[in-house]
T-cell receptor
Framework: GENVEQHPSTLSVQEGDSAVIKCTYS??????FPWYKQELGKGPQLIID?????GEKKDQRIAVTLNKTAKHFSLHITETQPEDSAVYFC??????????????FGTGTRLLVSP | DGGITQSPKYLFRKEGQNVTLSCEQN?????MYWYRQDPGQGLRLIYY???????QKGDIAEGYSVSREKKESFPLTVTSAQKNPTAFYLC????????????FGSGTQLSVL
């Protein structure tokens, strides 16, 4: 089936702490896993992505890890700052029989970083 | 300054009325998409178009229609058949070669009067 579960739904941390958001996908054929950040009143923006042939990817304070066996992938934000406050969405690709790669999104995590 | 422009930012619909949401991109992307976002839910795919003059239904196409007469434009019409239209609508685009990497517009909030 096509399903991506995301936890937690809300996450509050103090500035400087780390934040971890976890997602689980159902389709073992999924091979692309992006993370999007959505600020209030705006569209989601791609912040990092990973493909199934890689276990971990880092970009400054953010990193994504992938466990294909368990069908889990996670977003890690270190040294959080107030401007990291937003809603974060994970997604997993699903290939339709037409060849089109559709993204299935998680339900989002609202991250609040307090000064 | 390349990007995706959605208009209007806010839109109100009366009972029985069709309304059209605009989406224009100058990224020279081949593929365009429409998603619906409801509070506390993920983004759900309404329609997508991989090339001009062709489009496909997504997961929740009922009550919606689209056209793709130009590469830059992919308007969405919310028809009166859509009984629960109140939502935040997002348009996105991608290159054909990497159609997973989506670039989103800033959205249109549609409400029913």
């Amino acid at each position: 089936g096509e399903n991506v579960e995301q936890h937690p739904s809300t996450l509050s941390v103090q500035e400087g702490d780390s934040a971890v958001i976890k997602c689980t996908y159902s389709d073992s054929a999924s091979n692309y896993f992006p993370w999007y950040k959505q600020e209030l009143g705006k569209g989601p923006q791609l912040i990092i992505d990973i493909r199934s042939n890689v276990g971990e990817k880092k970009d400054q304070r953010i990193a994504v890890t992938l466990n294909k066996t368990a069908k889990h992938f996670s977003l890690h934000i270190t040294e959080t700052q107030p401007e990291d406050s937003a809603v974060y969405f994970c997604a997993a690709s699903i290939r339709r029989n037409t060849g089109f790669q559709k993204l299935v999104f998680g339900t989002g995590t609202r991250l609040l970083v307090s000064p | 300054d390349g990007g995706i422009t959605q208009s209007p930012k806010y839109l109100f619909r009366k009972e029985g009325q069709n309304v059209t949401l605009s989406c224009e991109q100058n990224l020279n992307h081949d593929a365009m998409y429409w998603y619906r976002q409801d509070p506390g839910q993920g983004l759900r795919l309404i329609y997508y178009s991989q090339i001009v003059n062709d489009f496909q239904k997504g997961d929740i196409a009922e009550g919606y229609s689209v056209s793709r007469e130009k590469k830059e434009s992919f308007p969405l019409t919310v028809t009166s058949a859509q009984k629960n239209p109140t939502a935040f609508y997002l348009c996105a685009s991608s290159m054909a070669s990497t159609n997973e990497k989506l670039f989103f517009g800033s959205g249109t909030q549609l409400s029913v009067l």
